[in-house]
């Protein structure tokens, strides 16, 4: 393979769940010429490569009172928010907590974005497993009624502030096959979510579809072909 540019970059590997982007993003190191930094970018902990200390506290204290955390992305974009409590005080409070909950995740996306810019700095190839920006897209940033301050909030600093992948590639699959692969959700959220990433294309600047119903080290080979070919493109 014709060697890539010595400059790095960064390349988000998105799709729904069952797409085959964490297997993807392992594998494709070893097909690239050049280092290649795998980075988690979801929200789930334990699929995290790089977590704070205050991000592993509070999903051990949400464990301890027993609800499970979020492991796998943003809530069903189709779901409206919660009914506000009745009350002043327990109006304040929930929006209270619902801003510390925003201030810790923007310091964990921002923590991984800087983690990002030092790969990319030593000319490395930082491959995202998942993406903030992508994973939000639809719950956050784009219009939606009824959102609350913080989702407002942090829509605002994903669309204006939060440093984009320079190539996205969408791992695409019918919603008949994720669910055969994951078994989660139901094929009519599978599919809102797949047209969901399909919009992506008119934001992001450099995207890409891969058809992920194939075996995967056809995938993988095609997911490597992309980068190369925009690693070149820069040169």
Known sequence: ????????????????????KTTVARRVEELLPMPVKYLYMGVNPD????LLPTTRLVHALRRARGPQPDTVGPWDSSRP?????????????????????LGNRLAEEWHRAF???????RGSIVVFDRHFFADFYAYDVSTKPRRSAS??????VLSRIYPRP??????DAPAEILFERKGEGTLESLERRRHEYLELGQVLREFTVVDASRPLEMVTRDV????????????
Not at 81 to 101: H, I
Not at 115 to 121: N, Q, S, T, Y
Request: net charge positive; hydrophobic share 40%.
């Open 1 to 20: 393979m014709t060697r890539v540019a010595k400059r790095g970059f960064t390349v988000a590997l998105i799709g729904p769940d069952g797409a085959g």
């Open 47 to 50: 699929s995290s490569n790089y």
């Open 81 to 101: 928010d919660g009914a506000a409590p009745k009350g002043r005080l327990r109006r304040t409070l929930r929006s209270g907590r619902s801003f510390l909950r």
């Open 115 to 121: 983690v990002a810019f030092l790969h990319r700095r």
């Open 151 to 156: 989702r407002r909030l942090h829509g605002f």
């Open 166 to 171: 320079d190539l996205a590639i969408y791992l």
């Open 224 to 235: 490597a072909d992309v980068i190369a070919a925009f690693g070149r493109s820069r040169s």
